[in-house]
Nanobody, 121 residues
Framework: FQLQASGGGLVQAGGSLRLSCAAS????????IAWFRQAPGKEREGVSF?????SYSDSVKGRFTISRDNAKNTVYLQMNDLKPEDTAVYYC??????????????????WGQGTLVTVSS
């Protein structure tokens, strides 16, 4: 079972990126999916969640959108109006947390390897 994250890169402030997370060996449709990120020197934080409903951290609400393509067994994170403080390694994760606990990383079974997003000012 594997999650493969991709789509990171270097972008100027105000720009956009779309991250992808492709699953192999299992169906993403059977799981709840979250994106986390970890900036240098900081703890990993939940960014967005898809599990029947969608949720976002306050810092990205209105700028990021999580979506799924079950036919492609892939989840996406569209990131618009990027800011330097969005710079981090982004991870996708699959599990079955209750919606109220989506930010708890220990609730997820499978993790992608991370993709680096760097936003320059």
């Amino acid at each position: 079972f594997q999650l493969q994250a991709s789509g990171g890169g270097l972008v100027q402030a105000g720009g956009s990126l779309r991250l992808s997370c492709a699953a192999s060996g299992f169906r993403l449709a059977d799981y709840r999916i979250a994106w986390f990120r970890q900036a240098p020197g900081k703890e990993r934080e939940g960014v967005s969640f898809s599990g029947g409903s969608t949720s976002y951290s306050d810092s990205v609400k209105g700028r990021f959108t999580i979506s799924r393509d079950n036919a492609k067994n892939t989840v996406y994170l569209q990131m618009n109006d990027l800011k330097p403080e969005d710079t981090a390694v982004y991870y996708c994760a699959a599990g079955r947390p209750v919606a109220s606990a989506w930010r708890t990383s220990s609730m997820y079974y499978y993790w992608g390897q991370g993709t680096l997003v760097t936003v320059s000012s």
